[in-house]
Each structure stands twice: as C-alpha cells, then as structure tokens.
C-alpha cells in the first residue's frame, strides 16, 4: 500500500498518497556515539523509494536474500502537507501537517559495507519494506514537536527510548533543509532520525514503536515461504 492514514477525529480519516520518503541520519548524539561516527554540519539526507513503504505495519518477510543483520530505528516521522521550495521556517512549521511513528529498517551489514567502501546507502535503507509507519495525527493534536517521547520494544523489551528533544536537527530545520535540496509536494514523509539503542531483529521478533500517549507501530519479522514455480 502507498498512502497513508491521517487520522482528523475519532471517526474520520483521510488516505494520501505518498510520494517521496527522505531519511535523515546521525540525528540524536547518543545514536551518533553508539555508531563511533561524528555528528554533521548539516542533515545527513537519503531516500527510500515508495516501495519501501509499509503503512501500518503488520508483517515483513526477513530480507535474507540481502543481509544477515537487519536493524530497527524508531523514529518520528513527518507528513508534509503542501508544496515547498526553498522553506522559510514558518513555512516549514505550518506545512507538517502531520506526525507517525515509524521504523527505518536498516541493512547493517550492507551499510557498513557501504560506508567502508564509499559507496550508496540505497539498499541498505531503501529496501522493499525498510519504512512501517503508523497511522498519523494531525499536527496541531500532538503537542510540541520537539517533546515527543519515543520508545521501541521488542518482544515486550525496552530497546530504545527517547525524546524528540534530543535532536540535533528541529522538524522545522530539517523540513526547511529537505526543501531547499530537493523540493518537498503533499504526501512526502520524512523520517527524523532515532534515539540509541538500535539492534537486530530476527525471525518471529514482534517490534513495537510508540510515540507520545497515541500513536503505535508493531512488527512482526517473519520468515520467507518459498513456492515452487509452477512449470
Ligand atoms: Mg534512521
């Protein structure tokens, strides 16, 4: 599925399409610490294509035909509500028009690899799944953007916890940044950057993101069943 849901009121939702997905890397110091990397002088900015999309999560087959170490990142995720190019700050506020909680699966191994060698992250970001999300909320129904509690568990244990206070780039900054590079139109989302604490997921795991009191993610990594091509 390639929209997602923003929810307006207790019974009302709205589908959007989604458009382009940016990530936003090395975003919290304590993440930046636990990778032995060094923080930016601006976003560090990838993309994931609108395949990689998972809206409400559910299930993933485990990408083992890619990799022997699969990650979760919980993040914030922002929904972007009109066109923007070359954003003042205020018009990077008013355009978030919306806020989920998603996982930017990340292919370490092939990151790793990525980064030794100097080349892209797009697979180990972009893959066919790497961004559950969740359903979103209204902006203006969250409370401040930068005051967001975000915590991930796996199997019912506390993997990574933190607040959207840590970030070294606001909402504001990095929208404002997205639009200056690429341009940003209604129904691009970008992930925000995750707290410490990353690490694997396996077969059978179930992944559950939380941000603030009312939005969930849960995922559950499941192994591939092979069918027999019929000749
Ligand atoms: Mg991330």
Same mark, same amino acid.
């Given at each position: 599925?390639?929209?997602?849901?923003?929810?307006?009121?207790?019974?009302?939702?709205?589908?959007?399409?989604?458009?382009?997905?940016?990530?936003?890397?090395?975003?919290?110091?304590?993440?930046?610490?636990?990778?032995?990397?060094?923080?930016?002088?601006?976003?560090?900015?990838?993309?994931?294509?609108?395949?990689?999309?998972?809206?409400?999560?559910?299930?993933?087959?485990?990408?083992?035909?890619?990799?022997?170490?699969?990650?979760?990142?919980?993040?914030?995720?922002?929904? +972007?509500? $009109?066109? @923007?190019?070359?954003? !003042?700050?205020?018009?990077? *506020?008013?355009?978030? &028009?919306?806020?989920? =909680?998603?996982?930017?699966?990340?292919?370490?191994?092939?990151?790793?690899?990525?980064?030794?060698?100097?080349?892209?992250?797009?697979?180990?970001?972009?893959?066919?799944?790497?961004?559950? +999300?969740? $359903?979103? @909320?209204?902006?203006? !129904?969250?409370?401040?953007? *930068?005051?967001?509690? &975000?915590?991930?568990? =796996?199997?019912?244990?506390?993997?990574?916890?933190?607040?959207?206070?840590?970030?070294?780039?606001?909402?504001?900054?990095?929208?404002?940044?997205?639009?200056?590079?690429?341009?940003?139109?209604?129904?691009?989302?970008?992930?925000?950057? !995750?707290?410490?604490?990353?690490?694997?997921?396996?077969?059978?795991?179930?992944?559950?993101?939380?941000?603030?009191?009312?939005?969930?993610?849960?995922?559950?990594?499941?192994?591939?069943?092979?069918?027999?091509?019929?000749?």
């Amino acid at each position: 599925m390639t929209e997602i849901s923003l929810i307006h009121g207790p019974h009302t939702s709205e589908s959007i399409p989604v458009g382009s997905i940016y990530g936003i890397g090395l975003n919290y110091a304590d993440h930046i610490a636990e990778m032995h990397s060094t923080r930016a002088e601006e976003p560090v900015v990838f993309i994931k294509p609108a395949t990689a999309l998972l809206s409400g999560g559910g299930s993933l087959d485990y990408p083992a035909h890619l990799s022997q170490c699969l990650h979760h990142e919980v993040e914030m995720v922002l929904l +972007v509500g $009109q066109p @923007l190019w070359q954003a !003042t700050a205020a018009e990077a *506020q008013s355009a978030i &028009l919306g806020v989920g =909680v998603g996982f930017d699966l990340t292919l370490r191994d092939r990151q790793s690899e990525a980064k030794a060698k100097g080349r892209p992250w797009s697979v180990a970001k972009g893959f066919k799944g790497s961004a559950p +999300v969740s $359903q979103f @909320l209204r902006t203006d !129904t969250v409370g401040p953007l *930068q005051n967001q509690n &975000l915590r991930l568990t =796996v199997n019912g244990q506390l993997r990574q916890q933190g607040n959207t206070a840590q970030m070294l780039f606001s909402c504001v900054e990095i929208v404002q940044y997205v639009s200056t590079v690429f341009a940003l139109r209604r129904g691009d989302l970008i992930f925000t950057g !995750t707290p410490e604490g990353v690490s694997e997921l396996n077969i059978g795991d179930l992944a559950e993101g939380r941000l603030g009191e009312h939005l969930h993610l849960g995922l559950e990594i499941t192994a591939k069943i092979r069918t027999e091509a019929k000749l």
